[in-house]
T-cell receptor, first 113, second 109 residues
Framework: AQSVTQPDIHITVSEGASLELRCNYS??????LFWYVQSPGQGLQLLLK??????LVQGIKGFEAEFKRSQSSFNLRKPSVHWSDAAEYFC???????????FGKGTLLTVNP | SQTIHQWPATLVQPVGSPLSLECTVE??????LYWYRQAAGRGLQLLFY??????ISSEVPQNLSASRPQDRQFILSSKKLLLSDSGFYLC????????FGSGTRLTVV
């Protein structure tokens, strides 16, 4: 069965600092991996996804993520955080013909001025 | 580009009342469609998915059902709501990327 672990429930960073959100997955084949962001009361916005190819994936809003098969990880990074990045971030894994996604429980990001 | 419409945005319903949430997709054809639920303080749980008209797969036993009467329409229903059905319901489509609608906040009182 596929699963996703986001070890950090809540992270606080200062504006301008770098950010790394951790994601570890379990999947029996080559996974499709996603990062989403959710602002309070809103739906999920796709930041980036990995299907195949280059293991360093660039996304929107200056985010990137690196797929490391040996570590079963897909960590999200941003070199300089902005106050508007404060939100909840979800990592997800899926694949196969029906393309079902399994989500982590999310990491809440707080940005201090 | 693809757009997913969900309505209503917010809904307050009494226990035992029926439910119908609608999701429609624009800008694509023959997508796989999904209903997820997000309970307070928890991640997203897949409830149903559909690979085509009339084809529904249920992921968890529950008080809800789903239907897909048209290629780009996906409906979530219940005959009698329970308190535990409260949550944030999100529809998603897998084409061209895995895109979500803006969600429906359901409160059962």
């Amino acid at each position: 069965a596929q699963s996703v672990t986001q070890p950090d429930i809540h992270i606080t960073v200062s504006e301008g600092a770098s950010l790394e959100l951790r994601c570890n997955y379990s999947y029996g084949a080559t996974p499709y991996l996603f990062w989403y962001v959710q602002s309070p009361g809103q739906g999920l916005q796709l930041l980036l996804k990995y299907f195949s190819g280059d293991t360093l994936v660039q996304g929107i809003k200056g985010f990137e993520a690196e797929f490391k098969r040996s570590q079963s990880s897909f960590n999200l990074r941003k070199p300089s955080v902005h106050w508007s990045d404060a939100a909840e971030y979800f990592c997800a894994v899926g694949g196969g013909s029906n393309y079902k996604l399994t989500f982590g429980k999310g990491t809440l990001l707080t940005v201090n001025p | 580009s693809q757009t997913i419409h969900q309505w209503p945005a917010t809904l307050v319903q009494p226990v035992g009342s029926p439910l119908s949430l609608e999701c429609t997709v624009e800008g694509t054809s023959n997508p796989n469609l999904y209903w997820y639920r997000q309970a307070a303080g928890r991640g997203l749980q897949l409830l149903f998915y559909s690979v085509g008209i009339g084809q529904i797969s249920s992921e968890v036993p529950q008080n809800l059902s789903a239907s897909r009467p048209q290629d780009r329409q996906f409906i979530l229903s219940s005959k009698k709501l329970l308190l535990s059905d409260s949550g944030f319901y999100l529809c998603a489509s897998d084409i061209p990327g895995y895109t979500f609608g803006s969600g429906t906040r359901l409160t059962v009182v």
